[in-house]
């Protein structure tokens, strides 16, 4: 049973305009979320977070959502750049502060096309 | 300042042999996550070490056992490999103080045949 889910395989946007990633989540205890980024041969790189208590949070071209009654969030990137192609991945963890490791969805590839 | 390091890149076995992978965290960091991410899906947790103890486990046999030393570093070890343990290993470092923030190295693929 898939605790986190990510239901798009990919998604193709055009170079300049805004890229939006979902992810789905059923584990109500839940209470932090993060989006990691991973280009071919190298490891997952730490993008943004957000924790339950908030809503939203941004950090330069990078925005994340957070809809906690809907279990829900999203990662948007304005604008998006060449060099955000790449796979996507949504990451939860529970209470403990992450002592019980990440939970991972599959992962979204992204493509921006010039 | 460098990043969490894996050694080995690549690694084939054959079946029935035993592995063994190794991390360095990043400077500062003292605690140490192993993962394991199939083709086509995403990282899924193995075990998590702290203060040379084994702190927390996913769903995975007793085949898969780790250490940590008072260095940090850690070692995976997975015994009596099957053709399913055919992966991309990952493993990732956090400080203590926030654990929720992983930092992730390369990797270490394995091939099993």
């Known amino acids: 049973d898939q605790q986190v889910k990510q239901n798009s395989p990919s998604l193709s946007v055009q170079e300049g305009r805004i890229s939006i990633l979902n992810c789905d989540y059923t584990?109500?205890?839940?209470?932090?979320f993060l989006w990691y980024k991973k280009y071919p041969a190298e490891g997952p790189t730490f993008l943004i977070s957000?924790?339950?208590?908030?809503d939203k949070n941004e950090d330069g071209r990078f925005t994340v959502f957070l809809n906690k009654s809907a279990k829900h969030l999203s990662l948007h990137i304005v604008p998006s750049q060449p060099g955000d192609s790449a796979v996507y991945f949504c990451?939860?963890?529970?209470?403990?502060?992450?002592?019980?490791?990440?939970?991972f969805g599959k992962g979204t590839h992204l493509i921006i096309q010039p | 300042d460098a990043g969490v390091t894996q050694s080995p890149t690549h690694l084939i076995k054959t079946r029935g042999q035993q592995v063994t992978l190794r991390c360095s965290p990043k400077?500062?960091?003292?605690?140490v996550s192993w993962y394991q991410q199939a083709l086509g899906q995403g990282p899924q947790f193995i075990f998590q070490?702290?203060?040379?103890?084994?702190?927390q486990r996913g769903n995975f046999p007793d085949r898969f056992s780790g250490h940590q030393f008072p260095n940090y570093s850690s070692e995976l070890n997975v015994n009596a490999l099957l053709l399913g343990d055919s992966a991309l290993y990952l493993c990732?470092?956090?400080?203590?103080?926030?654990?929720?923030?992983?930092?992730f190295g390369a990797g270490t693929r394995l091939s099993v045949l």
């Open positions: 990732a470092s956090s400080p203590m103080l926030a654990k929720n923030i992983q930092y």
């Open positions: 070490y702290y203060e040379e103890e084994e702190r």
């Open positions: 584990n109500s205890m839940f209470d932090y």
């Open positions: 957000i924790s339950s208590i908030k």
């Open positions: 400077s500062g960091h003292d605690t």
């Open positions: 990451a939860a963890s529970g209470e403990g502060g992450g002592a019980d490791g990440l939970t």
